[in-house]
């Protein structure tokens, strides 16, 4: 019969057995588990068994269950869980519990007489336990040769950890010891047999040796003789197939000491040794990637800015030459790409650091209030004005005005405001008082402002304002190997704000996201890691976990057509570096100029920006 035993916060803990199909479990005293817990709810939970497993339910939406750390709604329940309800400690065992301990820290010891197997289960249970409690791998290990050595009555033992080497002929070291010194292992006068934890390195199988100094395999070896060895068991600690360490126990003093039960014994904790020097292992090896993350971003950094590739490394040295005036910058490219970074590092980098940022975005506020948005209102300008209110000028006073969107102003704002960036006032709604204002203008645009002001939806001369100096950002898909890093840095910050256990890509999901063309760039790329991270159940990240599965890869074209395509993409770009100059283009690239406008005509797209309708 399975049991649940809880721990409350006075007295010893209590037993209650689960011999029904179904147990509710709450505060509420016609519960079969009945809780004296404010933190449980009056029906906080239900435990459902199908004959064949038991499933914790909630009952209460809003009744808090975390099972093993985890927060849970419902799960499968497993000998040795810890399950917390409100604040009530309780713990799961699929074993009839004898009569309850009176330590409330966990279970005790077993009473004499309890069987071998019995005893060496709640053994294993009081340590996962404990495992889940404490951080000291050292400490873990200490613990856990102690169980083995009182279930088995060796005398001493070891925990053997092999450093990273080739070959099985790598000298181990010890990581916890229990009457046997340090230096046991590499010491002739020490108490451990190097030819016994040779051969179970070599057969990755535990070994049970009754009698070392009659036994014919190892009767004549050096350290059994020199030693005078009688019983000796040793298991090895595996990971992934690999042998990563061993348990090694003995008694000098009893022959015969040990059997098939004890060797299974050694042979569990063992594993259980296993698995938290893997863990320890992986700690590691993610401190040191972390560190090699670091590393490369410390080359590939520019502020709070990620890039390497030619074209962002263009986009840091001109900034860095217009961050220190006061000119007007225009910061283009497409949707996604972080336009609003530049901005804030352009910020950060000139002498108004110290002064305010103020983002106004222009395609999300109604155009009937973009103007007392922008240069504030007095009392009574308008119905619902019942008090002053200064506008995004005067917040940005001493600082900087980031006009997002700039495209989506409406003309009539448009007007107005070159009017304020011409004189530098401003006069808010309803007022006849100008207002000086110190600032400096950065605005920011997915859309060709150029083609906008040729059909006249945008002003020209507020164009030739902002558009002093251009920052045009190129599209995820366009630089390189940054994606890769971007996605690691976006994983390993949100990772840890969700409390994700994700601690990586898959080599495929490496390969989908540098093959994805992210039309939505690295927001695009941002969201679908938070999904990801929030879904998934698995260290690593999948193609499928990012919706990046074979449907979602770019498709195979005919090599004409990719010609043609990539013809397209350079003429364009040499077009930009010859800021929009037809004529020029043609000459550098060869061709008759009818060749670019044939280019053109086909560009359903915007234009990068500086390529301009302009000939020479």
Not at 286 to 298: C, F, G, V, Y
Not at 419 to 441: H, L, M, N, T, Y
Not at 532 to 555: F, I, S, W
Request: charged share 25%; proline share 5%.
């Amino acid at each position: 019969m399975a049991t649940l035993r809880y721990y409350p916060k006075e007295g010893g803990p209590v037993v209650f057995g689960l011999y029904k199909p179904v147990t509710t479990v709450g505060r509420g005293l016609g519960n079969d588990v009945a809780l004296a817990e404010s933190s449980v709810a009056e029906h906080h939970a239900q435990i459902v068994f199908d004959g064949r497993d038991f499933q914790l339910e909630e009952l209460a939406r809003d009744a808090d269950i975390t099972i093993n750390g985890k927060k849970k709604r419902r799960a499968r329940l497993v000998h040795g869980d810890r399950v917390v309800l409100g604040q009530a400690q309780l713990g799961f065992s699929m074993f009839s519990e004898l009569p309850a301990p009176t330590r409330a820290d966990g279970p005790s010891e077993a009473p004499a007489g309890l069987p071998q197997e019995l005893a060496s289960l709640r053994r294993l249970q009081a340590f996962s336990e404990k495992l889940m409690t404490s951080g000291s791998v050292d400490e873990l290990l200490e613990m856990l040769l102690g169980d083995v050595l009182e279930l088995t009555g060796a005398a001493r033992g070891v925990v053997l950890l092999f450093d990273p080497g080739e070959g099985d002929t790598r000298v181990p070291r010890v990581r916890a010891s229990r009457n046997v010194q340090p230096g046991a292992i590499t010491d002739p006068s020490g108490a451990i047999s190097d030819s016994i934890v040779q051969r179970v390195v070599e057969t990755r199988r535990p070994i049970i040796v009754s009698d070392a100094m009659t036994d014919t395999t190892f009767g004549k070896s050096e350290s059994v003789i020199a030693l005078q060895l009688s019983s000796v068991m040793c298991a090895p600690l595996l990971n992934a197939g690999e042998v990563i360490g061993a348990i090694y126990v003995g008694n000098d003093e009893i022959k015969h000491l040990f059997e098939r039960p004890e060797l299974d014994v050694l042979t569990v904790f063992a594993s259980q040794a296993s698995l938290i020097l893997q863990n320890a292992m992986l700690v590691t090896a993610l401190r040191e990637d972390k560190e090699k993350l670091s590393a490369e971003l410390s080359d590939k950094r520019f502020g709070e800015i990620i890039g390497s590739c030619p074209s962002m490394l263009e986009v840091f040295r001109k900034l860095q030459k217009v961050a220190t005036t006061d000119i007007s910058v225009m910061i283009t490219g497409e949707t996604g790409t972080g336009k609003e970074l530049i901005a804030r590092e352009i910020h950060r980098r000139s002498g108004r650091a110290r002064g305010p940022f103020v983002t106004v975005n222009c395609g999300a506020i109604p155009e009937n209030l973009m103007e007392s948005e922008m240069f504030g209102h007095v009392k009574g300008a308008f119905t619902g004005a019942i008090a002053s209110r200064p506008g995004k000028f005067q917040q940005a006073e001493g600082g900087t005005l980031f006009l997002d969107e700039i495209g989506e102003l409406g003309l009539t704002l448009q007007v107005k405001l070159l009017r304020a960036i011409q004189e530098r006032v401003v006069f808010r709604v309803g007022d006849s008082r100008p207002e000086k204002c110190d600032i400096r203008i950065l605005a920011a645009t997915h859309r060709n402002l150029e083609e906008m002001v040729k059909t006249g939806d945008f002003r020209e001369d507020l164009y030739y304002r902002l558009n002093v100096v251009n920052l045009w950002l190129p599209p995820l898909r366009e630089r390189g190997d940054d994606v890769f890093i971007i996605a690691k840095v976006l994983l390993a910050k949100y990772a840890d704000e969700l409390g994700s256990e994700v601690r990586g890509f898959s080599p495929q999901a490496l390969v989908a996201i540098r093959k994805y063309a992210w039309p939505g760039n690295i927001r695009q790329l941002e969201n679908r890691i938070k999904k990801a991270l929030v879904l998934c159940d698995r260290t690593l990240l999948t193609p499928e976990d990012l919706d990046l599965g074979p449907e979602e890869q770019e498709a195979i074209v005919p090599l004409e057509k990719a010609k043609e395509e990539f013809q397209r993409r350079y003429v364009l770009e040499v077009l930009e570096r010859n800021n929009g100059n037809r004529t020029q283009t043609a000459r550098d690239l060869g061709v008759d100029p009818r060749t670019i406008f044939r280019y053109l005509e086909k560009e359903q797209n915007p234009l990068p920006p500086g390529t301009g309708a302009s000939g020479s």
